[in-house]
């Protein structure tokens, strides 16, 4: 069992920044595939970025150049650095992990069995 605990979310005014961790729980840790996602208000839940176990990114084309993913394997800690932040943005976060270690369900929901309590990021303009 994964466990995934964010932190980081908050409100910001348009063009600022924000970072969020995510604590991760797992003793292979770095095998795992971690990602985010972000549900914004009314709407589905959709990828962020995705990094797999040798530092492949990939980003959703609208955070692409603002926001960046990495992963502290000796800390277990994945982040998100979030700049240029627009109104958006403005969603509830969500960590994801899954063992497909190469990341190759992209931003398929079904492939990240594994998800965190979530983080509230608001945009303000």
């Known amino acids: 069992q994964v466990h995934l605990v964010e932190s980081g979310g908050g409100t910001v005014q348009a063009g600022g920044s924000l970072r969020l961790s995510c604590g991760v729980s797992?003793?292979?840790?770095?095998?795992?595939?971690l990602g985010w996602f972000r549900q914004p208000p009314g709407k589905e839940r959709e990828g962020v970025a995705t990094i797999n176990r040798v530092g492949k990114l990939r980003y959703a084309h609208s955070v692409t150049g603002r926001f960046a993913i990495s992963r502290d394997d000796a800390k277990r800690i994945l982040y998100l650095q979030m700049n240029s932040l627009q109104p958006e943005d403005t969603a509830m976060y969500y960590c994801?992990?899954?063992?497909?270690?190469?990341?190759?369900?992209?931003?398929?929901?079904?492939?990240?069995?594994?998800w965190g309590q979530g983080t509230q990021v608001t945009v303000s303009s």
């Open positions: 797992e003793y292979d840790y770095s095998y795992l595939c």
């Open positions: 994801v992990a899954s063992h497909d270690r190469w990341c190759a369900g992209g931003f398929g929901l079904p492939f990240y069995p594994y």
